[in-house]
C-alpha cells in the first residue's frame, strides 16, 4: 500500500513553455502533498506544501507564480512549472502523507526536467 | 543556523560487513526521525522511524539509533549485500513543525 505515482517520469521543453507534473496516491487518500527539487548529490529540497482544497503553501525563495501547485482532489496534486528556463531544469519529487497515524511520507518516482 | 549533517563522503564496504552511517542535527528537537533510501533517478523510499523517546528501533537487517544528547542518529545494515547500494537520507521532523528536513544523504557501495 502507500503508493505514490508521478506523471511524466521525465520532460524535455524548450525555453518559455510550461510543464505540468501530475502526482497522484494510488491506494490513499492524501489532504496533504508535498513538493520537493533535487539537484545532484543534493537534499531534496521542500518547495511546497500542497493542501487539498485550499492554497498551497510555498517556502521561502520559491515563486509561487512560477511553480503553480493545484491539489484538485484527494489523490491529485499538480505542480505546473510556468515560463520554463534552463535553471528550472532539476529532478521534481512530489510526496504524500496517507493521514492521521503516519508520521512518514511516502515519494513519487520523480520527473526529471530538462529544459532546453 | 539549524542543520542536519551526513558524510558526504561514499561509504565503501565488502559484502557481508555491517554498514553504519551517521545523521548529525544541530539547533532542531526532532521529535522524531526518519531514514529513507534513495536509488540514482528515482524518488526516496521510506525505511525506518525512530521517536525521541526511543533509542533503538530495528526492522530486519537494518537498525537505527537516536541520541538526543549527542544529538546523532546511526543507521546500520548488518550483513550488507550489493542490493544495498544506494543513498540513504537521513531527514527529521522538528518539535511542533510540520515539515520534515532533510540531509544530503551518504552513498553506500557494498561490493561482492
Known amino acids: 500500500g502507500a503508493v505514490v505515482s508521478q506523471h511524466p517520469s521525465w520532460v524535455i521543453c524548450k525555453s518559455g513553455t510550461s510543464v505540468k507534473i501530475e502526482c497522484r496516491s494510488l491506494d490513499f487518500q492524501a489532504t496533504t502533498m508535498f513538493w520537493y527539487r533535487q539537484f545532484p548529490k543534493q537534499s531534496l529540497m521542500l518547495m511546497a506544501t500542497s493542501n487539498e482544497g485550499s492554497k498551497a503553501t510555498y517556502e521561502q525563495g520559491v515563486e509561487k507564480d512560477k511553480f503553480l501547485i493545484n491539489h484538485a482532489s484527494l489523490t491529485l496534486s499538480t505542480l505546473t512549472v510556468t515560463s520554463a528556463h534552463p535553471e528550472d531544469s532539476s529532478f521534481y519529487i512530489c510526496?504524500?502523507?496517507?493521514?492521521?497515524?503516519?508520521?512518514?511520507?511516502?515519494f513519487g518516482p520523480g520527473t526529471r526536467l530538462t529544459v532546453l | 543556523s539549524q542543520k542536519i549533517e551526513q558524510n558526504s563522503e561514499a561509504l565503501n564496504i565488502q559484502e557481508g560487513k555491517t554498514a553504519t552511517l551517521t545523521c548529525n542535527y544541530t539547533n532542531y528537537s526532532p521529535a522524531y526521525l526518519q531514514w529513507y533510501r534513495q536509488d540514482p533517478g528515482r524518488g526516496p523510499v521510506f525505511l525506518l522511524l525512530i521517536r525521541e523517546n526511543e533509542k533503538e528501533k530495528r526492522k530486519e537487517r537494518l537498525k537505527v539509533t537516536f541520541d538526543t544528547t549527542l544529538k546523532q542518529s546511526l543507521f546500520h545494515i548488518t550483513a550488507s549485500q550489493p542490493a544495498d547500494s544506494a543513498t540513504y537520507l537521513c531527514?527529521?521532523?522538528?518539535?511542533?513543525?510540520?515539515?520534515?528536513?532533510f540531509g544530503a544523504g551518504t552513498r553506500l557501495f557494498v561490493k561482492a
Open positions: 531527514a527529521l521532523d522538528p518539535t511542533g513543525g510540520f515539515k520534515t528536513i
Open positions: 510526496s504524500a502523507k496517507p493521514g492521521q497515524g503516519y508520521n512518514e511520507q511516502f
